[in-house]
């Protein structure tokens, strides 16, 4: 017997969802910033901007845009706009571990991309955590390009450091 594949939807996020999105945006930001921000900073970020009530709120909001679903489990998650006529930024978007190298970010950014296109945006950023193993090669290898970095002193005195890129739609 073979493999059986993977049912894969995009689709718009639902309030019942929240709890999932919540889950995997938490692990996954704390991978990003693993071994470079203390424990105390992660838990602030979290406990702002990844509770269930939190992402409920945001998912009324349209601030998170898709979810992929496999097999019927919520498996990524992503969130962007228009933030000028012509230029678009990803906010958010993470996949969960179990669930990665499926092609499931690349379905999910594209989906976003193509409703960028459509709003007349003709390039797109997006800021990755420096160090961010996944999210730096995936990014790279779709056409982003570094521009900067943004440095940021947190609430706990440390410093985040944010990597600028973009791309041409």
Request: hydrophobic share 35%.
């Amino acid at each position: 017997m073979g493999e059986e594949k993977d049912y894969l939807v995009i689709r718009r996020p639902e309030i019942s969802d929240a709890l999932r999105i919540a889950v995997i945006c938490s692990e996954g930001w704390r991978q990003t910033v693993d071994g470079t921000m203390s424990e105390s900073f992660q838990r602030s970020i979290i406990s702002f901007w990844y509770t269930e009530d939190k992402v409920a709120g945001d998912i009324r909001r349209g601030s998170y845009s898709y979810v992929a679903e496999v097999n019927g489990v919520v498996a990524g998650v992503i969130g962007g706009g228009m933030t000028a006529l012509d230029t678009s930024k990803v906010f958010v978007f993470y996949v969960d571990r179990e669930y990665r190298y499926r092609g499931i970010g690349k379905e999910l950014l594209a989906k976003i991309t193509e409703g960028h296109r459509k709003r007349g945006a003709v390039c797109q950023w997006v800021s990755v955590q420096e160090g961010n193993e996944h999210g730096l090669p995936f990014y790279e290898a779709r056409g982003f390009v570094y521009q900067r970095d943004k440095k940021t002193k947190t609430e706990t005195g440390e410093v985040q450091i944010s990597r600028r890129y973009r791309r041409e739609l």
